[in-house]
């Protein structure tokens, strides 16, 4: 009896595994941060994280800057985004295809200051990269750019 | 009050419930090439296109203006100064139908190491190529061959081989565009990006 439990138990587990797997897959990091300087945070999933630089980004990650803080992260796609203290900016949506450069790239500036080097899911598509700020949707055809939102 | 207190008191309120305004600059393309940025508001659309070219964005509408250096960098000289260093390529060449990288190439990682020591968090991307000798199986084989070759190469070095991902192109990327079945040196190599 033990034998016949195990082999479905075991190939059960061997699903969850592969689930998991696949999970960590389509959970793979989105950027990282290169630059820091004061004040940085992190939030996600409810939690509060030390912007450091190194510390690897997800998507929904929501990156917050101090009065004396500035953050510079390199996308997945080679995109340059830096922000500047007192800011609010999150990644809401990073998908890339390394391979054919297909993708789908939206941030949003809730509050402060933005510098934006678009990278490849731009070069490739233009509509597929956006930066939202509280009353504007931002197109970019291959460009750097700067954007505030004062409050 | 007196009827200008009055008139500045209404102004002050009136901007204050102006809400978030938010400006919007085009900075000029280190490259040369042609960009723009388009700001939607509602139904409505500015293209920015020429270098500081600039939008300013309220409740009440968006205004087209034309910046400068000067006003980018008292704004957003934080925002700038954190930029990340952008990626740096190099390329290495092989040995025809071999992983061997040809003697130039080997004083190539030289650089690639320094550019590596620049960077406080550096990650590096490794990317192989063939020529158009051979079926896509495989040059698919021997351009994650040679991308591995150079992630051995870089971990000799001392670089954690989990700080590079190595991708095999095969023969679908050419640097210069040949036929099937041309043997083409510039074709064979590796790219690389450190950022």
């Not at chain 1, 990091?29 to 980004?57: E, H, M, N, S, Y």
């Not at chain 2, 190439?105 to 000798?133: L, N």
């Not at chain 2, 061959?145 to 971990?155: G, K």
């Amino acid at each position: 009896m033990r034998r016949t439990f195990s082999r479905p138990v075991a190939r059960a587990l061997l699903g969850v595994a592969t689930a998991l797997s696949l999970c960590h897959a389509a959970h793979a990091d989105v950027g990282q941060i290169k630059v820091a300087t004061g004040q940085v945070f992190v939030d996600r999933k409810g939690q509060t994280l030390p912007g450091r630089v190194g510390l690897l980004l997800e998507a929904d990650d929501v990156l917050r800057t101090g009065a004396d803080g500035s953050v510079g992260i390199t996308m997945r796609d080679n995109s340059l985004l830096s922000a500047g203290p007192n800011s609010i900016l999150s990644l809401e949506h990073f998908e890339f295809d390394p391979t054919t450069s297909d993708g789908r790239f939206d941030a949003r500036l809730r509050r402060g200051t933005l510098a934006v080097v678009s990278g490849r899911i731009a070069k490739k598509s233009p509509q597929a990269m956006t930066v939202r700020t509280p009353s504007t949707v931002l197109g970019v055809r291959g460009t750097e750019f700067v954007v505030s939102v004062d409050e | 009050m007196n009827s200008l207190a009055r008139w500045t008191a209404l102004l002050v309120l009136v901007a204050g419930c102006a809400g978030p305004k938010e400006t919007i600059v085009l900075l000029p393309n280190p490259a040369g090439q042609e960009t723009a940025v388009t700001v939607t508001q509602a139904d409505r659309q500015v293209v920015l296109s020429q270098p500081y070219a600039a939008a300013r964005v309220s409740r009440s509408g968006t205004e087209a203006f034309a910046s400068s250096a000067r006003q980018v960098q008292a704004t957003y000289g934080q925002a700038l100064a954190a930029q990340p260093l952008p990626p740096a390529q190099f390329t290495l060449f092989f040995v025809e139908n071999k992983d061997e990288l040809t003697e130039e190439s080997k004083r190539i990682v030289d650089s690639v190491f320094a550019e590596i020591a620049r960077r406080p968090v550096a990650d590096v991307i490794v990317i192989g190529h063939t020529d158009t000798v051979g079926n896509d199986a495989a040059n698919d084989a021997l351009s994650r061959q040679r991308a591995d070759v150079v992630r051995a190469a870089f971990a000799a070095r001392g670089l954690a081989a989990d700080k590079v991902v190595t991708i095999g192109r095969g023969k679908r990327e050419l640097a210069v565009p040949t036929g099937d079945g041309v043997a083409e040196p510039r074709n064979r190599r590796v790219e690389i990006l450190v950022r």
